[in-house]
């Protein structure tokens, strides 16, 4: 909610993202059964990144996505910007179906039928801890089905990066904290070393396909910043496969 806040009701499918998905993601898919592909987008905020119109239009196959968000607001918000978009264009909707549901990537999920693709929608580096990011990391790979693909992009620690206040980033617990406006330290990131999300991939027996830090790309941390900084976290994006 406070993310949310922080950013304001403006929504705008995230140009990193809808990149890694056309000229990275896509070519690792197993083309399904007529040609429809079903995706679980987890972290989908204030709407998908598959409503990019340049995703679209180059899109082939038919997308049955599931975006799933931890916050009411922002799934109820995501809803009724697609409403909104299908009005403007509704030869979408024969190319792409979306629906938003609130629910907690830590929790168990429920679905009927396995995905061909899950994609982190840069909810990973938002988890609390490597002990979350873990559990999530299970959760996401019970629900692909065998030969899906998993996608992550998300933040890593480099040995430039560093913080300002009210930022404060502690290396043993790969986490980024906020000082509150209290003088509490919250934590706001995890953004561990390379390495250590290399591990907890290979534990869960995933066939790594793609994993690469991108040398001039950065993340920013804070939701309110645009202008990128060569101390920000790396970005790494990591594709695997279900064996």
């Known amino acids: 909610e406070r993310a949310y806040k922080e950013m304001g009701q403006v929504f705008k499918p995230s140009s990193s993202l809808v990149d890694f998905y056309l000229n990275k993601v896509k070519k690792y898919i197993e083309l399904p059964v007529a ?4 995706v679980l987008e987890v972290g989908s905020g ?13 899109e082939k196959n038919y997308l049955s996505i599931l975006g799933i968000d931890f916050c009411l607001n922002a799934v109820l918000e995501a809803e009724k910007m697609w409403e909104d978009f299908l009005c403007k264009n509704k030869l979408i909707s ?8 609130m629910k907690n990537i830590l929790d168990t999920l429920e679905s009927k039928e396995p995905y061909d693709l899950i994609i982190d929608s840069h909810c990973f580096h ?12 299970k959760n996401m ?33 790969s986490s980024l904290f906020k000082e509150d406006r209290w003088g509490t330290l919250v934590r706001y990131r995890t953004i561990p070393d390379s390495l250590e999300l290399e591990k907890m991939i290979l534990l ?8 690469t830090i ?15 900084k060569e101390e920000d976290p790396q970005c790494l994006r990591i594709i695997c496969r279900k064996t």
């Open 94 to 101: 024969k190319k792409i179906d979306i629906k938003f549901m």
């Open 35 to 38: 040609n429809k592909i079903k």
């Open 126 to 137: 938002c988890l609390n801890g490597l002990n979350e990011q873990n559990k999530a990391l």
């Open 214 to 228: 991108l040398p001039n790309l950065r993340m920013i941390p804070e939701s309110n910043r645009e202008k990128v």
């Open 46 to 58: 204030l709407g998908s990144l598959f409503q990019d119109e340049s995703l679209i239009e180059e």
């Open 204 to 211: 869960e027996n995933l066939k790594i396909e793609y994993f």
């Open 141 to 173: 790979v019970s629900n692909l089905k065998i030969g899906g693909i998993l996608a992550i992009e998300t933040m890593v620690y480099h040995k430039n990066m560093s913080f300002y206040p009210p930022y404060y980033f502690d290396s043993k617990n």
